[in-house]
């Protein structure tokens, strides 16, 4: 059934998602968007009596949940869903769906760059020569590895997880996965040889996270987890800053135990701590979550997101409901 009013709240981030305002507007929805640093009392407000709600990067935990009165779903634009508590959304009868269909190459392309940047130290190798103003540093430079020579550990196998095992395959880089939602068969299908947690993080000479972020995984490498790895590890994060403890992996830095880090994500995020110690060591890479960035990824995530908020305003179910039984204590579906 044809949901009335056809409106939209866009909650934040209204620049990246101005593509998606545009479509929706052509197609006749009344759209109100927020830039980002809105007030939430402000944003609640406007979300509450409209029939769905597109979020970029706004938290919208219980208590703005709670005051929503006629919202029936909730539209994380992206593929990560932290910032929305779903057992909240699911309480109040609205759905929560997202958009994980844009920019799984552009995540899985950065992963292999970021390692091979970390492997061959690529910012050292570029700015050493400049530095002693000398062509001949290779004395000088950290120690570089052949991709060849590697196990790269891939903590989820999801989408991008397995679009990293098959580009690392190319590079003939030994590839193995944890992921429990996958079978052996399954995981070796994907190109990446199943083993379990502990054997990942104890053999592998780079971890790579490909998980979302749930209350189970927050800060699955932590002090603990961190000891367990190999002297010299490479770690990679271009999913969710909250997987890993940076205060953990400041000290494993420090001490030498982690060889390297590259992260795209902090954790924080929307609003990380700019000033963590972290980001100042000479044998860490950071991109401020651009990992999924392209211009076809950006026209994708827009044309996806607007789609989804038609099918749902039109009366249908959205592709991608994270909680898809929510909404039958009012609808009878």
């Not at 968007?33 to 970029?56: D, L, S, T």
């Not at 570029?126 to 430079?141: G, S, Y």
């Not at 379990?196 to 603990?224: C, M, V």
């Amino acid at each position: 059934m044809r949901i009335e009013p056809r409106e939209a709240v866009i909650t934040d981030a209204a620049d990246v998602l101005s593509p998606v305002i545009d479509h929706l507007r052509a197609a006749d929805v009344k759209v109100t968007a927020f830039e980002n640093g809105v007030p939430h009392e402000q944003i609640v407000h406007a979300v509450a009596k409209a029939p769905v709600a597109v979020i970029g990067g706004m938290q919208f935990g219980m208590t703005e949940i709670d005051q929503l009165i006629e919202t029936g779903l909730l539209l994380r634009a992206g593929i990560g869903y932290d910032v929305i508590d779903v057992d909240a959304a699911t309480a109040n009868s609205i759905w929560v769906a997202n958009v994980p269909d844009f920019c799984a190459d552009e995540v899985a392309d950065h992963t292999i760059l970021v390692l091979l940047s970390a492997l061959r130290r690529l910012p050292e190798s570029m700015t050493t020569w400049r530095t002693k103003n000398n062509w001949h540093v290779t004395a000088e430079l950290p120690e570089m590895r052949r991709a060849s020579s590697i196990r790269l550990g891939l903590l989820g196998l999801g989408r991008i997880g397995r679009l990293v095992a098959q580009r690392a395959n190319g590079f003939g880089i030994d590839v193995v996965s944890y992921d429990p939602n996958l079978t052996d068969s399954e995981q070796k299908a994907h190109g990446a040889s199943p083993v379990s947690q502990s054997e990942l993080l104890a053999t592998s000479d780079a971890i790579s996270l490909h998980i979302p972020l749930t209350p189970e995984s927050k800060h699955i490498l932590n002090r603990e987890s961190l000891a367990q790895t190999k002297a010299g590890v490479v770690i990679i994060n271009t999913s969710r800053g909250g997987l890993i403890d940076l205060d953990a992996l400041d000290e494993g830095l420090g001490s030498g135990h982690v060889g390297y880090a590259a992260l795209d994500v902090l954790d924080g995020e929307p609003d990380p701590d700019l000033d963590h110690p972290i980001l100042t060591r000479a044998n860490v890479l950071v991109t401020s979550h651009t990992a999924w960035f392209s211009k076809q990824a950006a026209r994708q995530l827009s044309i996806n997101t607007a789609k989804e908020v038609l099918r749902f305003l039109d009366g249908d179910r959205p592709l991608n409901l994270i909680n898809p039984d929510a909404r039958a204590f009012v609808s009878g579906e």
